[in-house]
């Protein structure tokens, strides 16, 4: 069951809550639905969470963060003259932060990151398969 604290309703009357996340971090959580029918009822957005979050856990996560550090470390040196090197990966793992989490209300999820020193006024999206595979990854 997801670790889920302070669910209100933002300014825009959207359904906003933190999260626990097996890695000990608490994290922004929103849901969205595509067809903008979005409940407000708690008790079925926690039931949806829930639902979604199940099984994923610190290792996964983890894995997420290095598979998404090595796409993206690979595709900013795909036009360059020089090889990635280990210290490459280090300075975006370093500078990633895990910022919040999407339930969409078909059970997607997307993971949200920044990197301030890397991707500065960007946000890092990876949105997930069923087993939490990175499907999708876009920076914005």
Do not use: C
């Amino acid at each position: 069951m997801a670790d889920i604290t302070d669910f209100h309703l933002d300014e825009d009357q959207d359904p906003v809550a933190l999260v626990l996340l097996p890695t000990g971090q608490s994290v922004s959580l929103r849901w969205v639905d595509e067809d903008d029918n979005l409940t407000t009822d708690e008790a079925r957005l926690r039931e949806l969470a829930d639902d979604a979050l199940d099984g994923l856990s610190g290792e996964k996560l983890e894995s997420i963060e290095e598979d998404v550090v090595r796409e993206l470390t690979e595709s900013a040196f795909e036009q360059s003259e020089r090889d990635v090197e280990e210290e490459d990966y280090r300075k975006l793992a370093g500078d990633m932060e895990l910022t919040g989490v999407t339930v969409f209300t078909d059970g997607v999820v997307t993971l949200e990151y920044a990197a301030e020193n890397n991707y500065p006024d960007l946000v890092i999206y990876v949105q997930l398969d069923p087993d939490f595979a990175v499907e999708d990854l876009l920076v914005e």
